[in-house]
């Protein structure tokens, strides 16, 4: 073991070397770069046809979370708008929870390959496993959506280290390496796609009452993430956006144990209600499909039933 002042030594050598190191530098598109120019005008004159190709959802997806309630209802949106493929990803549980529910949309959907395969996105070696599944089931990935997140609402003063980083590693840390690999697979395949994070309110506001410093800091930490995944990656022709919901109307916020905290969430919202997880799929879509959204990116689109204008 090294002494203290070995210790202190080493940190010093390794302070002076910081005037000699060498910074990577992003590079920006351009507008003759053919992955992020305009695309061509839809070669027909029918409305009909024009305003359905709009929101078209071309290729193959994968949904982290993916069998949860706003993973499926936004998987099921995403294959009505046209995907030709997809993988749902989840822990092994929730996919046998919600087994029914991914066989009714392969009965619903007969033509596409609908894959689900277990993730743990707090393992890096699960990730590249189920990644590397999902690519090769497929044949690439050209949409990643990311709706693996827990909540964590525990008084500050007394949270433990593990619950905090537990938070952080689900919210924040799974998020970027799920993004890394799909984003691997889209630069090789030299078509670029689109990703999509969940945020939340909670990267904007302190929600109330519950106390849940981590959650917030790791939904904040999301949104500048997609801002400057968005920058980096537009040269490979991946757009990274992020959704942030308010409260929803899923499992985390039922019971009879919450009656009195929905109370107040909808006192402070001006539609005075909860959202329906159907309402957050028109965001999923515009961000998804490769016209309505071709020139939308490092955006965060709040569907919150206005919560943040009060």
Known sequence: MLT???KMKAAADERALLTARVIPKMTLSTGSNPLTRPLAP???TSARERAEARFQV???????GGAGGLGL?????LLEHGLSALCIMDLPGTLETSHKQIED????????VITGIPLDVTSTESIQAAFEHADNTMGGIDVLCCFVGITGTQPSLSVTPDQFNRVMDVNLNGSFFCAQAAAKIMESSGKGGCIVFTASISAH???FPQPQAAYNASKAGVIHMTRSLAAEWAVHGIR???ISPGYMDTILNAGDNLADLRKIWNSRCPMGRMGDPEELTGAVVLLCSQR?????TGADILVDGGTLTL
């Open 205 to 207: 506001l302190i929600n």
């Open 73 to 77: 209802i936004s998987a099921q949106a």
């Open 105 to 112: 949309l392969k009965d619903m959907f007969p033509s596409v």
């Open 42 to 44: 839809v070669a027909t």
């Open 4 to 6: 203290q002042d070995a």
């Open 292 to 296: 309505a959204g071709r020139y939308i």
């Open 240 to 242: 990274v956006n992020s």
């Open 58 to 64: 071309h290729g193959k997806a994968v949904v982290t």
